[in-house]
């Protein structure tokens, strides 16, 4: 599992690659956490999947929290690019009812 991220304007961008399982899902929280609080002026975070070739439920647990935390801030949310093979799995978690798909 590998995370970058980059920030332009008002989007806080997160590039997610490999997979995010039970075995990254903490160290990814962790990194995320200290990305926004360390990082200001953004209103918008996106999650970027274009390189994630698997997530399981502790993946949606991880994006759910996340987007939690950042609704109580006004900060939008978002899902960028998936796979298909993490599409599939973000379509029947239902996650798109409550983080939008750009």
Do not use: W
Not at 56 to 71: A, C, E
Request: charged fraction near 25%; aromatic fraction near 12%.
């Amino acid at each position: 599992m590998h995370i970058n991220y980059s920030i332009d304007n008002e989007y806080l961008y997160f590039y997610l690659s490999g997979e995010l399982d039970q075995h990254y899902a903490k160290s990814v929280k962790e990194y995320i956490e200290r990305i926004l609080s360390d990082t200001k002026g953004y209103t918008k975070v996106v999650f970027n999947m274009s390189e994630l070739c698997f997530m399981d439920s502790t993946g949606i647990g991880m994006l759910l929290g996340r987007y939690k935390h950042l609704k109580k801030c006004g900060v939008e949310c978002f899902i960028e690019n998936p796979t298909l093979n993490v599409e599939k799995v973000l379509e029947l978690s239902g996650i798109y009812e409550v983080i939008k798909k750009i």
